[in-house]
């Protein structure tokens, strides 16, 4: 397992062809082979977004995740397209990203409310995180999945 060693955060624009097919790869392994899941993943809403990419040493795509500004997909900041490569699991790769993710839309979007879509099985891992459930779960992509906001109403 290889830890990330180097943060990045872009938008859209800034993502050279290289680190968008390393993204694009890494989200199409998890997403749509690992989860065994046929969605459309690119939706228009990466255009909008700030890219938070985390970089191993020896240069592979460890984590990222898709940082979007309150009023694109929500009224609230999301984070979103959370993903830990297989390779780099078991070491806390995951809740680094997380800290950094949250870091991340601090530092954009000063003190604005951050929601996310999350998996329901993955619900405990975002608690730790300072969110909490918002309505009931629902199914997305043959899924469940929960709203989760980090300021309830």
Known sequence: MASV?????????????????????????????EQNCVFQDMDGLDLHAQHLLGWAEDGRLAACAR????????PEVVIGRVITAPWARGAGQGHALM???LAQCERLWPGQPITLH??????????????T???????????PHIEMSNRPL
């Open 133 to 143: 459930p918002v309505g009931q779960p629902y199914i997305e992509d043959g899924i």
């Open 99 to 101: 800290r950094e993710a």
């Open 118 to 131: 999350a998996q329901a099985r993955l619900e405990a891992y975002y608690r730790q995180h300072g969110f």
């Open 67 to 74: 940082l979007l500004p309150a009023g694109v997909k929500a």
């Open 5 to 33: 060693t180097r943060w990045t955060c872009q938008p859209f624009d800034d993502l050279s062809p290289r680190t968008l097919y390393a993204l694009l790869a890494l989200r199409t392994e998890v997403f749509v082979i």
